[in-house]
C-alpha cells in the first residue's frame, strides 16, 4: 500500500495504489495526517490504483472528510473501482461522498 | 487649530497605547459574549479614532470637550447583525458586559419622528473596569450598515452638500430597508413557529398532515423512525454505525411518491424487513464493521423501486440521485438487481 500526497493549485491530491485493508490502515492514517489541516482547498482521493478498501480505509475517510468540512475543504473521491463503489453503497455512505 | 485642541491632541498622542489596548480588550470581549450567548452577527469590528479625524472634531467642536476623557468615541466598536430583534439581544448583552453611560447612549431608531427616515443604529456609551476612556459600542443591522455606509459614501466624501433631492431620495431608502428588516425578522419568527408547529405534529404522530420537505424531513429524522433497522443492520457485522446527513434522499422520496411524512412512515413500516434481508445478504459474508445511518434508508429506496417495478433503471437513477451521474452506477445498479433477484425482493 502506498500513499503519496502533492499539492497542485486549489487542490490537494493524495493517490492511493496497492490495498488498504488493516494491516495497511495503520501507515495510511499516518500518511494522509498533513490532509487533516488542509483549509480550504478540494482535497482529491484519487483511488484509480485503489484495489481493496477495508472497514478500516473506510474510517481513514471519515476522518478526512469530518476534518475538512471543520477546515473549509471539500473532499471528493475519484476513480474508485466497482468493489470499491460496492463497499461504499452497501454501507450506506454512498450518499455522503462526493464520488466522482 | 486653537491651542485648547493642540493640547487635546498631544494627550491624544500619549494615550494612543492604552488606546489600542482598549480596543482590542473590547473585541476580545465582544467576541466572547457573542460565542457564549450563541448569537448570529456579520461582523465584529473596532477602531481607533485617527488623529486626522479627532483633529477634524476638534476643529468642529472642540470647545464643547475640556480634556481627551470628554470624548466618547476614541474608541469605536460596531456588532453588525442579520436580524433587527438581534440589534436589541445584543443590546441586553452589552448592558451585562458594560457600565453603560445611559446619559450619553442614543437609539437612533427611536430618533425618528413618524413621518421620517433616515439613520437606524443604536450608540451605547460604555466603559470597563481599568480603562479611564469610554468607548462607543454601535449596533445595527446589515441593511442598515449597508444604508449607513453608502450614505456616508455619497454625503460625505467630496464634502459638497449634496442637493435635498437626493437626501430625500436616500431617506426612501432607508424606509425601503426599515420595512425588509422587520420583513427578515417577521420571516424568521414564522419559520421558527412553522418548525415548531411540525415538531409537535411529528411527536403527536400526525404524519399526514406535514407535507415533506427539508425541514419536517430533518424533524421526522430526529424521532429516529430508521434507528430499529439501522440496529438490525449494524448487528450483522456487530458494526459501529455513522451518523450522516439524509438531505439527498428527500429528492428519491418525492420520486417514491412520497409527499407526506405519513407516506414516508408508511414506506418504512411496508419495505423494513426485506432492506433488511438485502443487507443481511451484502454484508452477511464481508468483515465490514461500519456502515452509515443512511443504510436503512437506502435499502428501503432500493427495494420499494424493486418491489413497483422499477427495475434496473431506476436503481441507477437512485444511485445518480445519491451520489451524482456516473456511468460505474449502471454496473452497481446491475449488481444489486442481481442480488435482490436471488432474494426474490
Given at each position: 500500500m502506498n500513499?503519496?500526497?502533492?499539492?497542485?493549485?486549489?487542490q490537494?491530491?493524495?493517490s492511493?495504489s496497492?490495498?488498504l485493508?488493516t494491516?495497511?490502515?495503520?501507515?495510511?492514517?499516518?500518511a494522509v495526517?498533513p490532509?487533516l489541516?488542509v483549509?480550504?482547498?478540494e482535497?482529491?482521493?484519487?483511488?484509480s490504483q485503489l484495489e481493496y478498501?477495508?472497514?478500516?480505509?473506510?474510517r481513514i475517510?471519515?476522518?478526512?472528510r469530518?476534518e475538512a468540512?471543520?477546515?473549509?475543504?471539500k473532499?471528493?473521491?475519484?476513480n474508485?473501482?466497482?468493489?470499491?463503489?460496492q463497499?461504499?453503497?452497501?454501507?450506506g455512505?454512498i450518499?455522503?461522498?462526493?464520488?466522482q | 487649530?486653537?491651542l485648547?485642541?493642540?493640547?487635546?491632541?498631544?494627550?491624544?498622542r500619549?494615550a494612543?497605547?492604552?488606546?489600542?489596548q482598549?480596543?482590542e480588550?473590547?473585541?476580545?470581549m465582544?467576541?466572547e459574549?457573542?460565542g457564549r450567548?450563541?448569537?448570529?452577527?456579520?461582523a465584529v469590528?473596532a477602531?481607533v479614532k485617527?488623529?486626522q479625524?479627532?483633529?477634524?472634531k476638534?476643529a468642529l467642536?472642540?470647545?464643547?470637550?475640556?480634556t481627551?476623557?470628554?470624548?466618547t468615541?476614541?474608541?469605536?466598536a460596531r456588532?453588525v447583525t442579520y436580524?433587527t430583534?438581534?440589534?436589541?439581544?445584543i443590546?441586553?448583552?452589552?448592558?451585562q458586559?458594560?457600565e453603560?453611560?445611559w446619559?450619553?447612549?442614543?437609539d437612533?431608531?427611536?430618533?425618528h419622528?413618524l413621518?421620517?427616515?433616515g439613520?437606524?443604529?443604536?450608540?451605547?456609551?460604555?466603559?470597563?473596569?481599568?480603562?479611564?476612556?469610554r468607548?462607543?459600542?454601535?449596533l445595527?443591522?446589515?441593511?442598515?450598515?449597508?444604508?449607513?455606509a453608502i450614505?456616508h459614501d455619497?454625503g460625505?466624501?467630496?464634502?459638497i452638500?449634496i442637493p435635498k433631492e437626493y437626501?430625500?431620495?436616500?431617506?426612501r431608502?432607508?424606509?425601503?430597508?426599515?420595512m425588509?428588516d422587520?420583513?427578515f425578522?417577521?420571516?424568521?419568527s414564522?419559520?421558527?413557529?412553522y418548525?415548531r408547529r411540525?415538531?409537535?405534529?411529528?411527536k403527536n404522530g400526525k404524519l399526514?398532515?406535514v407535507?415533506?420537505?427539508?425541514?419536517?424531513f430533518?424533524s421526522?429524522?430526529q424521532a429516529k423512525?430508521?434507528?430499529?433497522?439501522?440496529?438490525?443492520i449494524?448487528?450483522?457485522?456487530?458494526a459501529?454505525?455513522?451518523?450522516?446527513?439524509l438531505?439527498?434522499y428527500i429528492r428519491v422520496?418525492r420520486?417514491?411518491?412520497?409527499?407526506?411524512?405519513?407516506?414516508?412512515s408508511?414506506l418504512?413500516r411496508q419495505?423494513?424487513?426485506d432492506?433488511?434481508?438485502?443487507?443481511?445478504?451484502?454484508?452477511?459474508?464481508?468483515d465490514?464493521d461500519?456502515?452509515?445511518?443512511?443504510i436503512?434508508?437506502?435499502?428501503i429506496?432500493?427495494?420499494?423501486?424493486?418491489?413497483?417495478?422499477g427495475?434496473?433503471?431506476?436503481l441507477?437513477?437512485?444511485?445518480?440521485?445519491?451520489?451524482g451521474?456516473n456511468?460505474?452506477?449502471s454496473?452497481l445498479?446491475?449488481?444489486?438487481?442481481?442480488?435482490a433477484?436471488s432474494l426474490q425482493l
Amino acid at each position: 500500500m502506498n500513499t503519496q500526497i502533492k499539492e497542485s493549485g486549489n487542490q490537494v491530491i493524495a493517490s492511493f495504489s496497492g490495498r488498504l485493508d488493516t494491516a495497511a490502515a495503520v501507515p495510511t492514517a499516518e500518511a494522509v495526517k498533513p490532509l487533516l489541516e488542509v483549509e480550504n482547498k478540494e482535497i482529491i482521493l484519487d483511488c484509480s490504483q485503489l484495489e481493496y478498501i477495508s472497514s478500516s480505509g473506510l474510517r481513514i475517510f471519515l476522518s478526512i472528510r469530518k476534518e475538512a468540512a471543520t477546515h473549509g475543504s471539500k473532499v471528493i473521491v475519484r476513480n474508485i473501482n466497482a468493489d470499491i463503489r460496492q463497499v461504499f453503497m452497501m454501507t450506506g455512505f454512498i450518499s455522503l461522498f462526493d464520488i466522482q | 487649530m486653537d491651542l485648547h485642541s493642540e493640547m487635546i491632541l498631544e494627550e491624544y498622542r500619549e494615550a494612543l497605547p492604552v488606546l489600542e489596548q482598549l480596543k482590542e480588550q473590547v473585541l476580545t470581549m465582544l467576541h466572547e459574549a457573542i460565542g457564549r450567548y450563541g448569537l448570529e452577527v456579520t461582523a465584529v469590528e473596532a477602531r481607533v479614532k485617527t488623529e486626522q479625524s479627532l483633529a477634524g472634531k476638534l476643529a468642529l467642536k472642540g470647545a464643547k470637550y475640556a480634556t481627551l476623557r470628554d470624548i466618547t468615541d476614541l474608541v469605536g466598536a460596531r456588532i453588525v447583525t442579520y436580524y433587527t430583534d438581534d440589534v436589541d439581544r445584543i443590546a441586553s448583552m452589552a448592558e451585562q458586559l458594560f457600565e453603560i453611560d445611559w446619559n450619553n447612549s442614543v437609539d437612533k431608531r427611536r430618533l425618528h419622528q413618524l413621518d421620517s427616515f433616515g439613520y437606524n443604529s443604536l450608540h451605547y456609551i460604555c466603559k470597563i473596569p481599568g480603562y479611564n476612556f469610554r468607548f462607543e459600542l454601535q449596533l445595527r443591522t446589515t441593511l442598515q450598515h449597508a444604508w449607513a455606509a453608502i450614505n456616508h459614501d455619497t454625503g460625505y466624501k467630496t464634502g459638497i452638500e449634496i442637493p435635498k433631492e437626493y437626501l430625500r431620495r436616500i431617506n426612501r431608502l432607508a424606509g425601503l430597508l426599515e420595512m425588509a428588516d422587520d420583513e427578515f425578522s417577521r420571516i424568521r419568527s414564522e419559520i421558527t413557529d412553522y418548525r415548531r408547529r411540525v415538531e409537535q405534529l411529528v411527536k403527536n404522530g400526525k404524519l399526514d398532515d406535514v407535507q415533506l420537505d427539508g425541514d419536517t424531513f430533518r424533524s421526522y429524522i430526529q424521532a429516529k423512525p430508521l434507528d430499529r433497522l439501522n440496529k438490525r443492520i449494524a448487528a450483522i457485522n456487530q458494526a459501529e454505525i455513522q451518523e450522516v446527513p439524509l438531505t439527498r434522499y428527500i429528492r428519491v422520496l418525492r420520486a417514491l411518491r412520497c409527499n407526506t411524512l405519513g407516506d414516508v412512515s408508511r414506506l418504512i413500516r411496508q419495505y423494513e424487513e426485506d432492506a433488511y434481508r438485502l443487507a443481511r445478504h451484502q454484508l452477511g459474508n464481508t468483515d465490514i464493521d461500519i456502515i452509515s445511518s443512511a443504510i436503512g434508508l437506502q435499502n428501503i429506496c432500493i427495494v420499494c423501486i424493486l418491489s413497483t417495478g422499477g427495475g434496473k433503471i431506476g436503481l441507477e437513477r437512485l444511485f445518480d440521485a445519491l451520489n451524482g451521474h456516473n456511468s460505474q452506477n449502471s454496473e452497481l445498479a446491475e449488481l444489486t438487481y442481481e442480488q435482490a433477484k436471488s432474494l426474490q425482493l
